[in-house]
């Protein structure tokens, strides 16, 4: 019994040894894997509507207020700055809504609920954005007013403002 064992031994390291001979030779190497991610940012609105202004009686001594959104989203880590020219019926810095050529509506947009800082197109009016922590859209109030007491026609009056993402 003891033989038969030895001699499977054997052949089992022959078979080994003769298998191992058999086989080619082998090297390996790296394959490095890379990329790179983008800054980028989108930016979209939702409309400031302020709905009815009345100048008689519920606006002659109140401003009408209203808010809209601007929503980005950006890659992880992009700063950016938001900024609003002044509309396409501006006179210098001050925003108006337009019914006919020669009717207009004053109003500004601020970048606080307070309304006390003026939401503008350059470095010292726009909002900087910290560093975005994620993709995720952070979306952010643009506060509207319509001062008291203007003298407007009847109508309906329309302002479009650019809103810019700089990143």
Same mark, same amino acid.
């Given at each position: 019994?003891? $033989?038969?064992?030895? *001699?499977?031994? %054997? ?5 080994? +040894? @003769?298998?191992?001979?058999? /086989?080619? =030779? ?49 890659? $992880?880590?992009?700063? *950016?700055?938001? %900024? ?5 019926? +501006? @006179?210098?810095?001050?925003? /108006?809504? =337009? ?24 470095i010292a009016s726009d909002i900087d954005l910290p560093p975005a922590p994620s993709i995720s ?15 407007? *026609? ?8 650019? +809103?810019?993402?700089?990143?």
């Amino acid at each position: 019994m003891r $033989r038969i064992v030895f *001699a499977l031994v %054997g052949v089992v390291i022959v078979s080994i +040894a @003769v298998e191992s001979g058999l /086989r080619a =030779q082998t090297q390996t190497a790296s394959l490095t894997v890379s990329a790179s991610v983008a800054t980028n940012c989108t930016i979209a609105t939702a409309p400031v509507s302020f709905g009815v202004y009345d100048p008689v009686a519920a606006n002659a001594t109140a401003p009408l207020d209203a808010t809209g959104t601007i929503t980005v989203t950006c890659t $992880r880590g992009a700063i *950016a700055h938001i %900024g609003l020219d002044a509309g396409n019926h +501006a @006179v210098g810095a001050q925003r /108006r809504m =337009q019914q006919t050529s020669t009717s207009h509506l004053l109003y500004e947009i601020y970048k606080d609920a307070s309304r006390t800082a003026v939401w503008g197109n350059d470095i010292a009016s726009d909002i900087d954005l910290p560093p975005a922590p994620s993709i995720s859209p952070r979306v952010y109030t643009a506060y509207g007013r319509v001062p008291p007491s203007q003298d407007a *026609a009847v109508g309906s009056y329309t302002d479009i403002i650019l +809103a810019t993402i700089l990143f």
